[in-house]
């Protein structure tokens, strides 16, 4: 049983474009991540959700809008594309404390 | 910010020895943890361990963390072929939540 799953596994696109991944944890964690991981590996987390609440919002532009409709689903709905927005972007879950939790498989996307 | 820098950025090394990789910060932290992720799959935390300990245990892995100079040590004993991945610090600053993730050190273990 996957853990933590996201969909699409890849997705390319065109600029200007909206598109949503979504993202799903079956381990009963109470906090939701979305990180995104650019060309050069490094991994930054950009929201954070409790039990569905917000509680990290880096900075990331409004183009980004996380959507939590219960604690075992965070998708991540991105608008109007940019070519910067080529990525890989990793959904996580964690109880507790956050660390000791657990990655998706990511979703890379390819804005052309 | 505060950023997690591994080194070395690569490593190849023969199966049975013994693989060290390095990671240092800039900031105070609540913890810093160890990921791995294989090629094209995604990320398997390893080990945590607080700012207040020096040394943590787990199976063939060994963490160090020096708080005065800012750095842990990840240290793989008798590595195997399925060792090969990608191994990245991260850590937790005090207050928050968030995650701050280095670049890397690329692991090959030939056999």
């Known amino acids: 049983d996957t853990a933590v799953s996201q969909t699409p596994k890849y997705l390319v696109t065109q600029m200007g474009n909206d598109k949503s991944i979504k993202c799903e944890q079956n381990l009963g964690h109470d906090t939701m991540y979305w990180y995104k991981q650019d060309s050069k590996k490094f991994l930054k987390i950009m929201f954070s959700?409790?039990?569905?609440?917000?509680?990290i919002n880096e900075t990331v532009p409004n183009r980004f809008s996380p959507k939590s409709p219960d604690k075992a689903h965070l998708n991540l709905h991105i608008n109007s594309l940019e070519l910067g927005d080529s990525a890989v972007y990793f959904c996580?879950?964690?109880?507790?404390?956050?660390?000791?939790?657990?990655f998706g498989p990511g979703t890379r996307l390819l804005v052309l | 910010s505060q950023q997690g820098e591994e080194d070395p950025q690569a490593l190849s090394i023969q199966e049975g020895e013994n693989a060290t990789m390095n990671c240092s910060y800039k900031t105070s932290i609540n913890n810093l943890q160890w990921y791995r992720q294989n090629s094209g799959r995604g990320l398997v935390h390893l080990i945590l361990i607080r700012s207040n300990e020096r040394e943590k245990h787990s199976g063939r892995l060994r963490v160090t963390l020096d708080t005065s100079k800012k750095s842990s040590s990840l240290l793989i004993t008798a590595s195997r072929a399925a060792d090969t991945a990608s191994y990245f610090c991260a850590t937790e600053k005090g207050g928050s939540e968030k995650l701050v993730f280095g670049k890397g050190t690329k692991l090959t273990v030939n056999p």
């Open positions: 959700y409790n039990n569905k609440e917000l509680i």
């Open positions: 996580a879950s964690s109880q507790r404390e956050p660390g000791l939790g657990t």
